[in-house]
């Protein structure tokens, strides 16, 4: 038997539900701050990826997925969404419009990297990329967006842990600092670290195997490295998020993981009260680099990618995840062929009018659609019989009170409706 491949899902029964639900929220919420969608090719040009996202990173050296196609052509799928967003937006002159461009995207990113709890080889994002603008409102819009996202996904206690890399001056600044800290006690390290010590020192901190180790615990801070300009920028965006009331805290050790950050940076995370573990829902931060790196004018960007998989993990943790059991509002029953036709009718008027009907197609007795009822957890049962429709009736019984009625047919449509 073909079986899916490791470190993928099917989505399917309760959890579908609950994964069109998150859809549609996102969807609610980008409409309500005016982001409009926007679907990039799940693989690019290589080069796209290795540009923006960094040669050095883990991403690009260890987990993309990169192949030639038929012409010879070296492509990878996308490992994280803003690379697409950003050529999308210069390929086609997005730059040249008079106002700020919002995007938001919903969709799948692939990355080899060993499946474990949250973390998958084909996965699901939604994001959002703002390009054109450098105004710290901005930043904590973007912030803001997000919490408040997780927020009407009912998940609760969330924290934004955010931190500030600065100008280029001052990453430059924190970059000799952490260079001079680490260098004599690189090879008390990790191998990767010691070779992103030669590549890329700031990813350093980012590593998860030497989190919890005290040479990274004591490492130099990025806060103290920034210089006026950018100290002032960061308190701008702190004091914005106060004014949000968005609960944040500034931690020196977040730097994200992908080569393209500068200033602002961030993650969400849901606090564990029992434990106090935080569990990661999404990040980003501002690039106000990227776009000149890919060809494109001196301009601006901030965004933001949340995990999908993961947010569904947690909420089906939750006691709410019993609203989102699959269940219909109505289950139409007959016998003979002429009630058939019936069903037939009344199936579809309430199915175009909104409600989630479902009947018979195994030609099963009463007996066996009331199980079918059942198992469908349906709110009510619509019972047809010759006798009630040649007096132009029908039998509808409410499943949870068990309380039957003879309802008029032509006002059945109206009174399911006015019921549920």
Known sequence: MITKQKGCVDIGGDDSILYEYIRNVVAHMMTSYNYSFIRTPIFEASELFHRSV?????????????????????LTL??????????SYLENKGYSLPDVQKYYYFGTMYRYERPQTGRLREFTQFGVEVLGSNDPFIDAEVISLQYKILEALRISNLQVNINSLGDNESRMNYREALINYLKPHIHELCPDCQERFNTNPLRILDCKVDAQNEIIQNAPRTIDYLNTESKKRFETVLKYLDLLEIDYEVDAKIVRGLDYYDHTVFEIVSLDNNEGSQSVLGGGGRYNKLIKELDGPDSYGIGFACGVDRILAIMKEMPFYQDFKESIDCYVMYVSEEEKLYALEITQNLRLNGVITETDYLNKGLKGQFKAADRFKAKYLII???????????NVKDNATKEEVKVDLDELTEYIIGNL
Do not use: C, H, M
Request: hydrophobic fraction near 25%.
């Open 54 to 74: 960094g040669v050095s990173s883990d991403i690009v050296k260890k987990e993309t997925y990169d192949f030639q196609d038929k012409g010879g052509r070296n």
């Open 78 to 87: 996308r490992p994280e969404g803003t690379a697409g967003v950003v050529r």
């Open 384 to 394: 047809l019989n010759n006798e009630d429709l040649k007096k132009g009736l029908v």
